[in-house]
């Protein structure tokens, strides 16, 4: 740690810049090779699957639109993973 002004600051050695204009896991993702298999996806569209699904009267629509959901969580959950496992290589590299 390093004592700057008045407050200690953590300074980590290991590190890597993208040249990605945003660090979201969307844009992170696609840089390292992550590939998904819906075509559409998002907070905003998981949000919105999730009120028709609520509001349906339609069991069938409604399960369909919650497995798409379930599968958006999944591949969020393999993005985060495959966004690690690279860095951690380039880490180890380094």
Do not use: C
Request: glycine share 6%; proline share 2%; net charge negative.
């Amino acid at each position: 740690m390093t004592l700057i002004g008045s407050g200690w600051v953590l300074i980590k050695v290991n590190a890597i810049a993208l040249p990605l204009p945003s660090y979201s896991l969307k844009v992170v993702e696609e840089y390292v090779g992550f590939e998904r298999t819906q075509d559409e996806y998002g907070g905003s569209w998981a949000m919105a699957q999730f009120i028709l699904a609520t509001e349906t009267e339609d069991e069938g629509e409604r399960n369909a639109r919650m497995s798409e959901i379930l599968r958006y969580n999944e591949e969020d959950l393999a993005a985060t993973s495959a966004v690690f496992e690279w860095l951690r290589n380039k880490l180890t590299v380094a």
